[in-house]
């Protein structure tokens, strides 16, 4: 049965919030095997999350997020997630949810267009382990686009505030009188920031387009 759902999202460099409804349409489903007919009803499911970033040093960030569910009749679910970022490039975590689940996360900036991460979640409750070992999930993230109207985001835009913020304060120490000379030293800083970063990426593999 066709369905659709809602949502909204926003996000800045160090927070985000979500709320969404994925399937707005309770419909109904019927399976017909060996001889025997189920039935199924699709409740309108609920999702709010919300999570920020704070640096912890020059190298290392703490990321906490939270996300909870709700549909009728059923009690509401709550995943806890942290994770430490070292330079943006890797990440590693952990999850826990309120019916007892619990997991792992890491993921891994391969380059400035591909991401690469892995999860391991299970339960702390002896019935469910009985029957299951946990799983395993693998995640592939491919990023094809620059920004909108092609304008750097991410790391990009990150660099160029940087840039842009320094060449401001430069302008500031001389004064006005002197913008020529100034604006002369900004460019040449520019140039050279600018060298400085294409070297760093090459030497890595990366290509600074990538948003964190």
């Not at 790391?155 to 006005?176: D, L, P």
Request: hydrophobic share 35%.
């Amino acid at each position: 049965m066709p369905n659709f759902g809602v949502g909204v999202y926003y996000k800045t460099d160090r927070y985000y919030l979500s709320v969404s409804i994925p399937r707005l349409l309770q419909t109904e489903r019927f399976r017909k095997e060996n001889e025997q007919i189920t039935h199924a009803t699709d409740r309108p499911h609920l999702f709010a999350s919300t999570g920020f970033r704070t640096p912890l040093s020059a190298n290392w960030t703490f990321a906490p997020a939270v996300l909870v569910s709700y549909v009728e009749a059923a009690p509401i679910e709550i995943l806890l997630d942290a994770g430490f970022s070292y330079r943006e490039n890797f990440t590693i975590g952990a999850q826990y949810t309120r019916s007892g689940g619990i997991g792992g996360v890491m993921s891994l900036h391969i380059s400035d267009g591909l991401q690469l991460g892995y999860a391991y979640v299970t339960s702390s409750v002896d019935q469910i382990n009985r029957f299951s070992n946990g799983t395993h999930e693998m995640l592939l993230k491919i990023r094809l686009s620059d920004g909108l109207n092609g304008t750097p985001s991410g790391r990009a835009a990150s660099f160029t505030r940087e840039v842009n913020e320094k060449a401001s304060a430069n302008e500031r120490k001389i004064g006005t009188k002197n913008k020529n000379r100034t604006q002369k030293i900004v460019n040449n800083e520019k140039d050279a920031s600018i060298h400085a970063a294409f070297s760093h990426s090459c030497t890595r593999g990366k290509f600074p387009l990538w948003p964190n």
